[in-house]
């Protein structure tokens, strides 16, 4: 069993429009073969667009990855709200959609029981109401816990 954490810097694009902002995770998994991992995740995306417009977006659902020995290259399929708040109301419009990701980590650390890595993702979400496509990568690093201690450190 693990808990990881992370978190990173993304710009994205909703429509047309630029979005930068944090996007964190966090995700309970198991690692039952040696080779492959697989997550419960769920991620927060706070940011806003070049004039100042509050965008967030809140993801959940499942991921894979494919390890190999420090590097982990995986999948997943989420399910994500979108919201941008208005310039001349108070109030945030609001939709949904099936996400897609792909993602690449490396475990610049390893103990027994942690490791520090860097992770780098490309997401893209069908917003149904719009029929836009809200997507974009994410840069970041994060930390991913042995819940059972039972991973040997890399040498």
Do not use: C
Not at 25 to 49: D, E, K, M, V, Y
Not at 85 to 93: L, P
Not at 138 to 150: E, K, P, R, S
Request: charge should be neutral; charged fraction near 20%; glycine fraction near 14%.
């Amino acid at each position: 069993m693990g808990l990881r954490l992370d978190g990173a810097y993304s710009p994205r694009r909703l429509l047309s429009l630029p979005v930068t902002g944090a996007d964190m995770g966090l995700a309970i998994g198991a690692q039952p073969r040696r080779h492959a991992a697989f997550w419960g995740a769920s991620r927060l995306f706070l940011g806003s667009t070049e004039n100042g417009l509050s965008v967030y977006s809140v993801r959940a659902g499942a991921e894979a990855e494919a390890v190999l020995d420090r590097v982990r290259l995986g999948g997943g399929l989420h399910l994500f709200i979108v919201g941008v708040s208005r310039a001349v109301r108070d109030e945030t419009i609001m939709s949904w959609g099936p996400m897609l990701l792909a993602t690449a980590r490396v475990d610049v650390i390893q103990s027994e029981g942690f490791s520090l890595f860097a992770r780098a993702a490309i997401d893209a979400g069908y917003e149904l109401s719009a029929g836009s496509v809200f997507w974009g990568p994410t840069f970041g690093g994060g930390v991913d816990f042995d819940l059972a201690g039972t991973r040997p450190a890399s040498k």
